[in-house]
């Protein structure tokens, strides 16, 4: 393996399910946003989103498929409560089993500047190993990113490998700094409850508008077809420090006296920060800055619209 920048980041996530029984893959499928055939591929790793009828954003999840009968359901972020509790509303009469084994499971993200063949061999021969899964991920510092889901005690031998092949730890803050400066939303707190996937531009890998009926559909295909949204998420940038910009709850942002949106994700830096902020479509709309309060001074300027791509 060349010399290239890498980093390892341990993690405990969020949600880890399992989902078994006959109509395990005819239930997931009539429920996820995106599509769970991957042709020529027999384990599929899929990203996607659990949507309500209305097409709002519920949670999100990869869905790795172990067998015809057998699926692992993992989300970085929204809690097991949420995903299962979503899918068990959802249960009737199917035939389907969903445990919940998210405490007994950690999650390794393995980050590098950009790809190469011999860290990606690396990391699935740890992988298989060690017992534990691994695919490419979605939490990029560089360009390239791989998550590895498995016991405890397996990472750490993942870890002590990756060590003696010089690859080093990475900080959380720095992972929430590469993400936000990426571009890359994470949901629950950049995308949830009250917002739809193509507000945030998840419908150009989390969305399907091919496959058949799943929750949610409908709007999709509206949307995709012939709607518009009134919001779009937007990487923001300021200057100076602000006690607004600590990381935490969602902060308002006015444009004049008008409420514009709020800021979800930050990285705050020695010059100031960047941030992920949702805002209203028509008032942004030719400005080029923003405040913490109506009619206050203007710091923080919209940089780049994340839906456009």
């Known amino acids: 393996m060349s010399e290239i920048h ?26 996820f946003s995106n599509d769970l055939k991957v042709e ?27 067998s015809s009968t057998e699926f692992l359901i993992l989300s970085y972020d929204c809690p097991a409560a949420v995903v299962k509790g979503h ?9 389907v089993e969903l445990s919940d084994a998210t405490e007994s499971m950690s999650l390794l993200h393995i980050c590098a500047e950009h790809y190469e063949e011999s860290l990606a061999e690396l990391i699935e021969q740890l992988a298989r190993d060690a017992g534990a899964e691994s ?34 730890a990475g900080s959380a803050e720095a992972l929430i700094a590469a993400r936000v400066m990426s571009g890359v939303p994470a949901v629950p707190f950049d995308a949830g409850p009250g917002d739809l996937p193509q507000e945030a531009g998840l419908q150009r890998d989390g969305v399907s508008f091919d496959k058949g009926c799943y929750a949610g559909q ?4 509206r949307l995709h077809t012939q709607g518009h949204v009134n919001r779009a998420l937007w990487q923001v940038a300021w200057e100076g420090k602000s006690t607004e910009t600590n990381p935490g709850k969602p902060v308002p942002l006015y444009v004049g006296e008008v409420e ?34 109506p009619n206050g001074p203007k710091i923080l300027r919209a940089v780049r619209n994340l839906t456009l791509g």
């Not at 599929?44 to 498929?65: E, R």
């Not at 409908?218 to 295909?221: K, L, P, T, Y």
């Open 135 to 168: 695919w490419m991920g979605r939490r990029p510092t560089f360009a390239s990113s791989w998550d590895v889901l498995g016991a405890p005690a397996a990472l750490e031998n993942i870890i002590r490998e990756l060590e003696a092949n010089g690859i080093e």
């Open 6 to 31: 890498v980093h390892y980041y341990l993690a405990r996530p969020a949600a880890v399910l399992h989902a078994t029984g006959p109509d395990a893959f005819t239930f997931l499928q009539s429920q």
């Open 40 to 66: 020529g591929v027999e384990h599929p790793v899929t990203y996607g989103l659990w949507l309500d009828h209305k097409g709002k954003i519920q949670a999100d999840s990869f869905v790795v498929q172990k």
């Open 218 to 221: 409908e709007i999709m295909s």
């Open 87 to 95: 899918l068990d509303a959802h249960l009737i009469a199917d035939e």
């Open 260 to 293: 514009a949106g709020e800021l979800r994700s930050r990285a705050l830096n020695d010059l100031g920060g960047v941030g992920l902020a949702m805002l209203k479509i028509r008032v942004v709309h030719g400005q080029g800055a923003i405040s913490f309060r």
